[in-house]
């Protein structure tokens, strides 16, 4: 088991148990948004032993519309750049063509970074379990400090 595995498995919470806490309850309208525009989705992850630590998760709806939404975006952002490249002006056209091209690139960065960030348990898991641990960490101190 290499340190992440331990660290989750000791502290009783399984990387599947992060949509149960309370600050993604809280934000679970914002993430079905996100949701439907294809820039979350929630992934199982295998429980921790020595043998299935990196085995297959099952593959969902959202996981293959946000990897299609992904796919699609860095599509536009290639069929873009022959505007830079042919006839470039510059004025407005040349300026509408530029941010045009620009945008579509962010868009498909951002894009990549939510997918990158649903599909690897470091992040967006971790990130929740960790807020939950600190969370009840300092429960103890607020009680107190009342």
Same mark, same amino acid.
């Given at each position: 088991?290499?340190?992440?595995?331990?660290?989750? %498995?000791? *502290?009783?919470?399984?990387?599947?148990?992060?949509?149960?806490? =309370? +600050?993604?309850?809280?934000?679970?309208? &914002?993430?079905?948004?996100?949701?439907?525009?294809?820039?979350?989705?929630?992934?199982?992850?295998?429980?921790?032993?020595?043998?299935?630590?990196?085995?297959?998760?099952?593959?969902?709806?959202?996981?293959?519309?946000?990897?299609? %939404?992904? *796919?699609?975006?860095?599509?536009?952002?290639?069929?873009?750049? =022959? +505007?830079?490249?042919?006839?470039?002006? &510059?004025?407005?056209?040349?300026?509408?063509?530029?941010?045009?091209?620009?945008?579509?690139?962010?868009?498909?960065?951002?894009?990549?970074?939510?997918?990158?960030?649903?599909?690897?348990?470091?992040?967006?898991?971790?990130?929740?379990?960790?807020?939950?641990?600190?969370?009840?960490?300092?429960?103890?101190?607020?009680?107190?400090?009342?």
């Amino acid at each position: 088991m290499d340190d992440t595995s331990r660290k989750y %498995v000791s *502290s009783g919470i399984t990387p599947n148990d992060y949509t149960e806490t =309370p +600050l993604f309850q809280v934000m679970k309208p &914002f993430f079905f948004t996100m949701k439907l525009h294809g820039m979350y989705f929630c992934k199982r992850y295998a429980e921790f032993s020595d043998e299935n630590l990196k085995s297959k998760c099952p593959v969902t709806w959202s996981f293959i519309f946000s990897t299609l %939404v992904v *796919s699609t975006n860095w599509i536009m952002f290639v069929k873009l750049i =022959p +505007l830079l490249v042919t006839d470039f002006e &510059f004025g407005t056209t040349g300026f509408t063509r530029t941010i045009l091209t620009v945008w579509v690139l962010l868009c498909s960065i951002n894009s990549t970074s939510c997918w990158l960030g649903c599909y690897r348990m470091e992040s967006l898991p971790r990130f929740f379990i960790e807020w939950h641990e600190v969370q009840n960490e300092f429960a103890d101190i607020t009680t107190c400090l009342r």
